[in-house]
């Protein structure tokens, strides 16, 4: 258990460590950095108190603390995939959008000069 809680404790300082430098160096915006941080934060957290991470276990009625902990970081990471899907299917009607819209001036553009 032990061992599981450090590799968890590593892990997640890692990741918080690789989303700062990305953040610091423009290679991912702030704003969705955000969930990163806050799920790494959660496993930090999780990993190094076991109070917490025993109460979470009880709360959820599983007997075995790995995995609690396991099922609470594919879980939070889930909810960060779903986020990201959301925004990456905004961008794409966005996209579509500002597509159609660029298509219609260029339309317009041509049939103006058609026409002098």
Do not use: C
């Amino acid at each position: 258990m032990d061992r599981l809680l450090n590799v968890m404790t590593v892990l997640s300082a890692a990741l918080m460590l690789t989303i700062l430098f990305a953040v610091r160096r423009s290679h991912i915006r702030v704003e969705y950095s955000v969930s990163w941080l806050t799920a790494t934060f959660v496993l930090l957290v999780l990993s190094r108190s076991r109070p917490l991470l025993g109460w979470v276990t009880n709360l959820l009625g599983v007997g075995d603390s790995p995995l609690t902990l396991i099922m609470v970081v594919f879980a939070v990471f889930l909810v960060v995939f779903y986020r990201f899907s959301m925004i990456i299917s905004n961008l794409k009607d966005a996209n579509i959008a500002l597509t159609q819209r660029l298509a219609i001036v260029e339309f317009q553009l041509q049939n103006g000069h058609e026409r002098h």
